[in-house]
């Protein structure tokens, strides 16, 4: 059985989580949380929070052992753009994108 968590419109772009994604894909949850808790980047928090959300949405639904979850696929694609503009020398304007991303990640028992 496999349990999904989303978390849709996180405030960081895909390229700064993924390197954080790939440091615990495939891990067990525990040794997951632990390792995200000690990463001293912005996406350790919002994957810890989605893992967690994960590991909740399992322990409810079935009573799944934490010790038997591991992370099957956690995936990070890009959301929305917010498009801002930044006033410059000579009159003229520079474009600045606040870019989001989708993190999904699903969990499998052993």
């Known amino acids: 059985m496999e349990w999904v968590s989303r978390l849709s419109h996180a405030r960081i772009s895909a390229q700064k989580a993924r390197l954080v994604a790939d440091l615990v894909r495939g891990m067990p949850v525990g040794v997951a949380i632990s390792t995200l808790q000690f990463t001293p980047k912005k996406a350790a928090v919002l994957i810890r929070k989605a893992i967690q959300s994960a590991l909740d949405n399992a322990s409810k639904s079935s009573g799944v052992n934490e010790d038997n979850l591991y992370i099957s696929s956690i995936m990070v ?19 600045i994108r606040k870019r989001t991303s989708h993190i999904s990640i699903a969990l499998q028992e052993k």
Request: zero cysteines.
């Open 77 to 95: 694609d890009e959301g929305p753009t917010a498009k801002r503009w930044m006033p410059r020398a000579m009159g003229r304007a520079t474009r």
